[in-house]
């Protein structure tokens, strides 16, 4: 399973890294970002390529209250899994109005929270089977396959070509993303690029074309590249396909 960034918005510091804790036991190989204010999570969530895994949220912040901030994040993502931890049992109307997963009454137990993440760490499983994520100046990026149209690599910096026009930057190389990328519809054809046979709009013996972008097909990789391409087409046929 594909590790987890969850968030702890809470302006208890002991709560907050009580909770991270009990995560800690139950979730190896998660990561945890603490938050003492909502704004500072809203913040977090509007700079970073992807939300967070989980988020759990104190209802009685200062400034923005919880609520708002469940809002809030759910004017971004309507799938992230939101669990309240709050010593005031009156909100549930308002949880189950922002389509919360769970509401925890302070202390939070162990069994609490580990029978909270049990459906949780199989949903995660699924979603991530087409996801791809990297850690880029301390934030973990995530991004679904589907919005990538093609990855190239220069100079020890991985460029995310995404269908809407704009590119996610990592460093490292494309070695990085191999196993992440495999038994998917990503296909390498060069040392320097991978793309999106769902994205492939044409294809020549020396390249691919993704709308006006050429991929160049290197002859290293060009007979691997045709096998698996017509595989791709044999299996799923193309209806946009343009030869």
């Excluded at 190896?28 to 909502?38: D, L, Q, V, Y």
């Excluded at 004017?75 to 309240?84: H, R």
């Excluded at 009156?90 to 919360?100: I, K, N, Q, T």
């Excluded at 993303?177 to 390498?188: G, I, M, S, V």
Aim: net charge positive; hydrophobic share 40%; proline share 3%.
């Amino acid at each position: 399973m594909k590790s987890m960034t969850i968030a702890i918005c809470d302006p208890i510091e002991e709560d907050a890294l009580l909770l991270k804790g009990l995560l800690k036991k139950l979730l190896p190989e998660m990561r945890a970002e603490i938050f003492s204010t909502g704004e500072q999570l809203l913040e977090k969530i509007e700079r970073q390529t992807g939300t967070f895994a989980i988020a759990f949220l104190e209802i009685q912040l200062p400034g923005i209250g919880g609520i708002e901030v469940a809002k809030a994040i759910r004017g971004k993502d309507l799938l992230i899994p939101i669990i309240f931890t709050t010593n005031d049992n009156s909100y549930y109307r308002e949880a189950f109005d922002v389509l919360a997963f769970q509401y925890l009454l302070k202390p939070v137990k162990h069994k609490t929270v580990e029978q909270s993440l049990r459906p949780l760490k199989l949903w995660w499983k699924e979603k991530t089977k087409n996801m791809l994520y990297f850690r880029y100046r301390s934030q973990t990026h995530i991004l679904e396959l589907s919005q990538i149209s093609y990855i190239s690599s220069s100079l020890h910096t991985v460029n995310f070509h995404l269908t809407n026009g704009e590119i996610v930057h990592c460093r490292g190389k494309l070695n990085d993303f191999e196993e992440q990328l495999r038994n998917t519809d990503f296909l390498r054809c060069h040392q320097s690029f991978f793309v999106n046979m769902r994205e492939v709009t044409s294809m020549k013996v020396d390249c691919f074309k993704i709308k006006d972008e050429v991929i160049p097909i290197s002859r290293s990789y060009a007979k691997e590249t045709q096998l698996r391409y017509k595989r791709y087409l044999n299996a799923e046929p193309r209806s946009d396909l343009r030869s």
